[in-house]
C-alpha cells in the first residue's frame, strides 16, 4: 500500500514510449500478494493502468485542453 516511484517506466517512457514504460514496470514492482490479488494480477493491474493514464494524456482532445 505505499506508493513506489517507478524511475525505469519514467525515463523508458521519456526515451521510448509507453509500451516500454509498460516492460519497464516489471523491474520497478515487486507487489506482495494478498487476499485481494496476486503479485502477477497486481503488476498486470499497474499495465493497465499505465496505459489508460498515458492514451488519455497523450490523446489530440487531451493536448487542446
Known amino acids: 500500500n505505499t506508493p513506489v516511484l517507478c524511475t525505469a ?3 523508458a517512457l ?3 514510449g509507453i509500451e516500454a514504460a509498460v516492460s519497464a514496470l516489471d523491474s520497478d514492482l515487486d507487489p506482495a500478494g494478498d487476499l485481494q490479488a496476486s503479485p502477477a ?3 498486470h493491474l499497474a ?3 499505465l496505459r489508460r493514464i498515458a492514451g ?3 490523446a489530440p482532445e487531451a493536448a487542446a485542453a
Open 9 to 11: 517506466a519514467a525515463d
Open 56 to 58: 488519455r494524456l497523450t
Open 47 to 49: 499495465k493497465v493502468l
Open 14 to 16: 521519456v526515451a521510448e
Open 41 to 43: 494480477m497486481k503488476r
